[in-house]
């Protein structure tokens, strides 16, 4: 008995010293005009990944696209989203992580590790969404609005950056400021508009209402907000 809590014990210390050792600052950098794409790996296990733009020298706009917990398994880091539940897959390569299952814009990026930036030991990211509650609100909105009502099919902004394209051959895809987020199939159940993201192997969704798509739970929006069709 005292052999297996032994064992036990160093299973458990092996995998933490494995996190510390993995943990900390990386960045691909530009990815776009003065929009960098950051990943934080902390000693506690958790994660987030953020676009940070750069309003000006002093101002940095940053948008979370992705927060949960991390492990480290023969050479993998696996990220594991807390609202969806959909896993990033990234491979360790001496002081970088390359990314291998991810948003469509980092499938084979490097992200470089950078020791020189400060981390808090015990950081994390949370969000007030509860995920079963905009479900519930999803089914109460289709039942509400029994009648179907049109898509259309083209472009969707929200005036701040993200841009929903719906393609007639059920392709999607949408950006942030021209990064691809995400991109797949496109199917409508009533008046929900599901998005099957063909990289992550994960389904968003949105409600449709004339001529306009309300985000819920879209990739870096954690409060809902228009995409309206232009």
Request: proline share 1%.
């Amino acid at each position: 008995m005292k052999s297996i809590i032994l064992i036990i014990g160093i299973m458990v210390s092996t995998i933490g010293f494995a996190q510390n050792e993995i943990s900390g600052f990386y960045s691909i950098g530009r990815v776009a005009r003065g929009i960098d794409c950051n990943l934080y790996l902390y000693n506690n296990g958790n994660y987030y990944i953020e676009l940070s733009e750069f309003l000006s020298n002093d101002i940095v706009f940053a948008v979370v696209l992705s927060y949960g917990k991390f492990s480290l398994v023969n050479k993998e880091v696996m990220l594991v989203d807390e609202i969806h539940n959909f896993k990033i897959r990234l491979v360790v390569d001496n002081k970088a992580l390359i990314a291998k299952q991810a948003f469509s814009f980092l499938v084979n990026k490097r992200f470089i590790r950078n020791d020189y930036v400060y981390m808090e030991d015990y950081g994390a990211y949370r969000s007030d969404v509860n995920p079963l509650l905009v479900q519930k609100e999803h089914k109460s909105y289709n039942i509400s609005h029994n009648k179907l009502i049109p898509l259309y099919l083209g472009v969707y902004e929200d005036g701040q950056g993200y841009k929903l394209s719906i393609q007639q051959n059920n392709k999607y895809k949408l950006e942030f400021k021209d990064i691809v987020l995400s991109e797949g199939k496109w199917c409508r159940n009533t008046n929900e508009l599901e998005l099957k993201d063909i990289n992550l192997r994960c389904s968003f969704y949105l409600l449709i209402n004339n001529k306009k798509l309300v985000s819920k739970l879209l990739l870096g929006d954690y409060k809902s907000f228009l995409l309206i069709y232009k």
